[in-house]
C-alpha cells in the first residue's frame, strides 16, 4: 500500500538520534542560511564582473595608445587579446552570477512555501501541552 511505512537503507543522511535538525525551524535556518549565501556570491560575482570590464576597457585603452606610439604590432595585439580575455571572464561571470540570482530566489521560494504549508503546524504543535512525535514520525514512504 503506498500509505505503509518503508525502511530504508544506510543511504539516508546521517541524523542524531534525537531527531534535532530535522524540525521546522531547523530547515527554516539552513534555506535561510543558502539563500544569505546565494546572496553573498551573486554580489561578489557581480563585483568582479564589474572589475574585469574595467580591466579590460583599460587593456584595450593601452593596445590603442600602443598603437597610435607604433609600438611593435605583435605586442599590442597581444595586449588586445589579454582585453579580450578578461571580457570572456567578464561574461562567464555573469552567467554566474545570473545561476547565483536564480539559487537566492529559488531558495527564498522555497522558505516562503515552507513556512506557508508547515508554519501554522508547527505553531500550534509548539502551542500544544501534549508530546508531539519527533521529525519524520508521520511522513508517507
Known sequence: MSGDIVPHGGALPAVPADGEGLGFLALGARVTALTAQALLLKEKVWALQRRMNSNADKASHMSEMCDAAEVDPQHTA???????????????????????????????????????????IHEVSQSSRFKQPKPGFNEVK
Open 78 to 120: 597581444l595586449i588586445l587579446e589579454g582585453s579580450a580575455a578578461l571580457r570572456r571572464v567578464a561574461d562567464a561571470s555573469g552567467d554566474l552570477a545570473n545561476a547565483a540570482d536564480v539559487m537566492q530566489t529559488d531558495a527564498q521560494g522555497f522558505n516562503d512555501a515552507h513556512q506557508g504549508e508547515y508554519g501554522g
